[in-house]
């Protein structure tokens, strides 16, 4: 039984509505926040009429300019300035004063006494120590501030591809979709006429509704990614990528290395600091194992003119309290630290970065495989079966498994895209920049 060319179509305008690989490829116009309607600006907030059109550096921008997870790194950092200030500053002196009276009376009057004792306590950790461990807490914050701000932009980059990836394959879908919806009317009139079966009838019919259920859930993905987007960038807009994004060639594993050497947020130096802080907490515990002594000055007045000055210390006994605690955690810290310190500099950050270079390289090259070659190759295949069945030589099974392995090839080139971002993000992450 020949199919009649007017259903030819059908598989062409099928094909070319699922096409994602290549619009993925091909950047929509760029646009900017543009509210649906004069009242609808996002400084207003109204979140159901405006949407924030944006590009990946726009997206980004946004987000480190007003994002409350960026917020929250900076409380982290904060806390940590707080902890610094807190190690480098000494007990607070005490000022303690009394005014006595008793039962003697000279010359028919009272006789009152005063006192004053000024105390300092202090530590053998105030000469130095403290200090210096109070300038690795400040360090160690801001690097760690640099790799989270590092992460959240790579995280950042990763949601968008996913954005436009789930915006991309929602439209696509509605419009195969509607096309789908069309044919099945040219199909029944054709089994009407007896030119095709009630099963191929079916078997389209059955695709209207697959794309009809991928699109709903494409759709509920893409609005739940919004909100989440919304938020994280502090926006009460609807966040919408206007274009594909678009990433520069990886560069080669040595000269990463030697970024990451130099970087000042690398791996390599987050546990450099890492390290050094804990030796110094550690020393820190074990000096104020010894207690505080409070030193202190005594002067006394009575009321028949007596002036006494006098100095003592106070010392507490460490018969309980040794510090214990603190040195048995500070002392985990640093074997924690030097393990991992030790892994680095036998060659660890290496592998990891090597490793990660090669998984990004090959990565990106599975997504060029895919968008041009096996996409291609499938639709050459789609293309041939199409002509056979319309001049009597192939079947419609043929023809709809060719379709549907043109389509699992599409899909799956737009999940190993999100997958490159990815890799390319840890990698970025290791090396202490963008890659």
């Known amino acids: 039984m020949r199919t009649p060319r007017a259903f030819t179509p059908f598989f062409a305008h099928l094909f070319g509505a699922l096409f994602f690989g290549a619009l993925f490829f091909h950047p929509l116009p760029a646009l900017s926040l543009s509210p649906r309607d004069a009242s ?76 004053v004792t000024l105390s300092q306590p202090v530590k053998l950790s105030n000469f130095g120590k403290r200090d210096k461990v109070a300038e690795l807490l400040r360090k160690a914050g801001e690097t760690e501030k640099n790799i989270k701000l590092l992460q959240f932009a790579q995280e950042t980059t990763i949601n968008f591809v996913r954005l436009f990836a789930l915006q991309e394959t929602a439209r696509i879908l509605k419009l195969a979709e509607n096309d789908a919806a069309r044919k099945v009317a040219t199909v029944k009139q054709h089994v009407k006429e007896g030119l095709l079966s009630q099963g191929s009838e079916s078997l389209f019919e059955g695709e209207k509704y697959r794309l009809e259920a991928q699109r709903t859930g494409a759709e509920a993905s893409l609005a739940a990614l919004r909100a989440e987007l919304a938020m994280s960038l502090g926006t009460p807009c609807s966040v919408v990528a206007s274009r594909a994004p678009q990433f520069s060639k990886i560069p080669a594993a040595a000269s990463l290395l030697d970024k990451a050497r130099a970087s000042s947020i690398s791996e390599k130096a987050r546990i450099d600091i890492t390290q050094a802080l804990a030796t110094e907490q550690l020393r820190l515990a074990e000096l104020d194992a010894f207690p505080a002594v409070a030193p202190r000055v005594v002067y006394q007045h009575t009321n028949d003119g007596g002036d006494f000055v006098g100095a003592g210390i106070t010392i507490p006994l460490p018969l309980w309290n040794r510090n214990q605690a603190e040195r048995t955690r500070a002392a985990a810290e640093r074997v924690v630290a030097d393990r991992t310190s030790d892994l680095i500099n036998r060659g660890g950050l290496e592998l990891q970065i090597t490793s990660t270079h090669a998984a990004a390289v090959s990565s990106e090259r599975q997504v060029e495989i895919y968008t041009s070659h096996v996409e291609a190759a499938f639709k050459t295949a789609l293309n041939a079966e199409e002509r056979a069945y319309t001049s009597g030589r192939g079947g419609v099974l043929d023809v709809w498994q060719t379709f549907r392995a043109l389509n699992e090839a599409q899909l799956t080139g737009l999940s190993l895209r999100q997958h490159a971002a990815t890799i390319r993000a840890r990698l970025s992450i290791l090396v202490g920049e963008e890659v």
Not at 61 to 71: D, E, T, W, Y
Not at 84 to 109: C, F, H, K, Q
Request: glycine share 4%.
């Open 40 to 115: 609808a600006s996002p400084a207003l907030g109204h979140s159901a009429h405006c949407e924030l059109k944006t590009t990946l550096e726009e997206f980004r921008a946004h987000a480190l300019a007003n994002s409350p997870l960026v917020a929250d790194i900076d409380r982290e950092y904060a806390t940590q300035l707080a902890k610094a200030i807190d190690t480098e500053l000494w007990a607070n002196p005490e000022l303690s004063a009394e005014e006595t009276w008793t039962r003697m009376y000279v010359g028919g009057a009272n006789d009152p006494q005063s006192s």
